[in-house]
Every structure is written in structure tokens, then in C-alpha cells.
């Protein structure tokens, strides 16, 4: 059977330097993350060498201020490069949007003071981030979590479970949300906590269906001190810094989407030009064809779609419901486009000699993580119609 080497996506980009950004993103790619992604994902290896690489490579600032060793990039540029991590394996490219997602409190709400101390090693020097908003009974209800930082003299002492965190036990720096005052959304502040604060410990990762490469793991406090100074903007400012984070880290499980997808419908394309039956390649049968034609349509929409959002978001004009929006269609596409690739390779799809399973079997966790999609569509209805009556 052939081989068809897979198309390089034709981007469209702002500048000479992006376009330079997504030649060194694909040389990467090709060298260090694509000829091991399916080995160490059956292994369930975490590539911590491959997020030291992209350290050193400028590659997990993207979008965060140069003087604090960002990369100065707009999101538009930013989600092209997530996306072409996510195509050559998911843990990769959501490891960054997790860690971007980390960042995001301190650069946009740290002083000055903070973010010159803390910042430049958390985008260039090495380190890895990660978000703790979930717990165990608190998941689409965030504004209902129950971690506690209760006030002691110039510290904080935080107790309490996280749950399914994303790099739980091997991150460097967690962002993490906890009740500093009453029930409700007002009463929950954030913190920067380091990965080796003493009383904070990880449990064993979950047993996941897919993305077995990247450890997801509760995470306990069991009088976790840091100081005020840790603490980010003001008490209980904490969920709507938390909000205003997943609606730019929804944009990076957008465009991961949509490097599934596209990963799914390469393989599609290389396996039905390949294979003969009947005496000629099954992609001339119109079946498949019009498979193929729909799956690209989706691909192609998804990646407009997470781009017109991203483009609100470098113009500093609301964007919640395009993320919303963009975050929904893309990872609904992933998922579609992984099956679909499964049927057309038929038995070889079911099997793992062929990365499609694993494709569809990572394309469903997108479906849930930052928000599931029903309340994504929450969000969008509230965008239309107000919120609901009580």
C-alpha cells in the first residue's frame, strides 16, 4: 500500500516571523515529537524532555509579554502552533494550553512586582504550570468548590482536593482556586503555589481512555502555607480571573481539536488513496468520497471558526461566546472526523497499527475538559437570550 505523504496545512499568517515560528513548530514536530507519539502514549510516558525542548524553544510563552520572556505573539498565531503540536500528539499540544492556562492569572492580573519575580521562569525558564479549579464534587460548578485558604498573620493555609488536574503531581507551578470568604462565586481568591510546597501531594494519575501520556491526578492540600504575596489580584476576584482564563484556554482546546481532526483526516486520506479494492483505490468510490469532502468541510470550519475568536481576542474585544462557540463545533468535529476516519480505514482502524483509534479515542476527552459541551451551550443560550428565569 502507498504512502501518501500528508499536506502541510497553508496557514495564513500575520508576519514573516509567525510564518518562521511554524516552520521551527514543524521541524519539532517531525524530529522529536511525531516518530515517538504513538509508542510512548501506549507506554503512558510523560514527555517531560519534550516541554524542556519547547521551553527553550520560546514555545510556551507564545502569547505573553516579552519582557517577562513571552513571545509577544497574537492568539491567532498562538493556537496555529497548539494546533500543530495537538496533530503530532494531544499531550503535547494540550500540555501548552494547560500551561498557558496557568500563566494567564499572574500576566494579567499579578503586580508588577509578582510577574517580574515569578513570571519570566513560568514562559522561558524551564518550568511547567498547571490549573486547579475542578474538585471532586465541583465540576461544571465551579463557583460551589470547597478548597479553603484561610488568612494566618502574612500567609495563607490552604486545605482541600483538586481533581482531574493536568499534570497534577509533575508540574512545577500550580494556579489554584480556593475559598478565602462566603459561599458562592465572591468568595474565592487565586493562588500561585509551587510544586513543592510542603503538604501538597498528588495522587496516583487516572486510568484514562485516552491521553494516556499525560498524567491527570487529584491533587490534595493538606496545609499548604504560602504567603500573601503569592496571592493573585484581589480576594475574591478569584473566579472571575478564573473565567476570564478558560474562556482563552477553551480557544486552545479549540484549535488542539482541530489538530486532531485534521491529524484524523490525514490518515484517512493516505489509507483511501492507498488501498485498493475492486481493482482500483477506494477513494474513487463516491461513499468515501463524500466522506473525505465532509470531514475536510468540518476540519476547514473549525479552524475558521477558533480563528475569527482569536482574532476578537487580539483586537480586546469580547470574545466569550465565539470561544464558547469555537470550543464546541471544534472538539464535536474531532470526535466526528476521528470516527469517521475509524470506519473508512475499517478493520485497521480498530487496530492499534494504525494511530486513528487513538485519535478517537483522544478526541473524546476534548469534549469534556474546560467545560463540557453542554455548557458550552449554556454559555452561547445566555449570549442569545439572557440568562435563564429562576
Not at 507519539?37 to 524553544?57: K, N, Q
Not at 487580539?314 to 471544534?330: H, I, T, V, W
Amino acid at each position: 500500500m502507498p504512502d501518501r505523504a500528508p499536506q502541510p496545512v497553508d496557514r495564513t499568517l500575520p508576519t514573516e516571523e509567525a510564518r518562521d515560528l511554524i516552520v521551527l513548530v514543524r521541524e519539532i514536530v517531525q524530529r522529536e515529537i511525531a516518530p515517538r507519539a504513538a509508542e510512548e502514549e501506549e507506554a503512558g510516558r510523560f514527555p517531560r524532555e519534550l516541554f524542556s525542548l519547547l521551553s527553550e524553544s520560546g514555545l510556551l510563552g507564545l502569547p505573553y509579554d516579552s519582557e517577562y520572556g513571552g513571545g509577544d505573539q497574537p492568539y491567532e498565531v498562538y493556537l496555529q502552533v497548539l494546533e500543530e503540536l495537538a496533530a503530532a500528539r494531544l499531550t503535547v499540544g494540550l500540555g501548552v494550553s494547560v500551561h498557558s492556562l496557568a500563566c494567564h492569572a499572574l500576566a494579567g492580573y499579578g503586580t508588577k512586582e509578582q510577574r517580574t519575580e515569578h513570571l519570566t521562569a513560568m514562559l522561558g525558564g524551564g518550568l511547567l504550570g498547571a490549573y486547579c479549579l475542578s474538585e471532586p464534587s465541583s465540576g461544571s460548578d465551579a463557583a460551589s468548590l470547597r478548597t479553603k485558604a484561610e488568612r494566618d498573620g502574612d500567609d495563607w493555609v490552604i486545605t482541600g482536593t483538586k481533581a482531574w488536574i493536568t499534570h497534577g503531581g509533575v508540574a512545577d507551578f500550580y494556579t489554584v482556586l480556593a475559598r478565602t470568604g462566603g459561599e458562592g462565586a465572591r468568595g474565592i481568591s487565586a493562588f500561585l503555589v509551587p510544586g513543592d510546597a510542603e503538604g501538597l501531594s498528588a495522587a496516583a494519575p487516572e486510568k484514562k481512555m485516552g491521553m494516556k501520556g499525560s498524567p491527570t491526578a487529584q491533587l490534595h492540600f493538606d496545609g499548604v502555607r504560602v504567603p500573601d504575596t503569592r496571592r493573585i489580584g484581589d480576594e475574591g476576584q478569584g473566579f472571575a480571573i478564573a473565567l476570564s482564563a478558560l474562556d482563552s484556554g477553551r480557544l486552545g482546546i479549540a484549535a488542539c481539536a482541530v489538530g486532531v481532526a485534521q491529524a484524523a483526516l490525514d490518515e484517512s486520506l493516505a489509507y483511501a488513496t492507498g488501498r485498493q479494492q475492486f481493482g482500483r483505490p477506494i477513494a474513487d468510490f463516491q461513499g468515501l468520497r463524500f466522506m473525505l469532502a465532509d470531514m475536510a468541510t468540518k476540519v476547514e470550519a473549525g479552524r475558521a471558526l477558533y480563528l475569527a475568536a482569536a482574532r476578537l481576542r487580539d483586537r480586546g474585544l469580547p470574545f466569550s461566546k465565539e470561544a464558547a462557540m469555537a470550543k464546541l463545533f471544534c472538539t464535536d468535529t474531532a470526535m466526528q472526523v476521528a470516527t469517521d476516519a475509524v470506519q473508512i480505514l475499517g478493520g485497521y482502524g480498530y487496530t492499534a497499527d494504525f494511530p486513528v483509534e487513538r485519535l478517537m479515542r483522544e478526541a473524546k476527552v476534548l469534549q469534556i475538559v474546560e467545560g463540557t459541551n453542554q455548557i458550552q451551550r449554556m454559555v452561547i443560550a445566555r449570549h442569545l437570550a439572557g440568562p435563564e428565569s429562576r
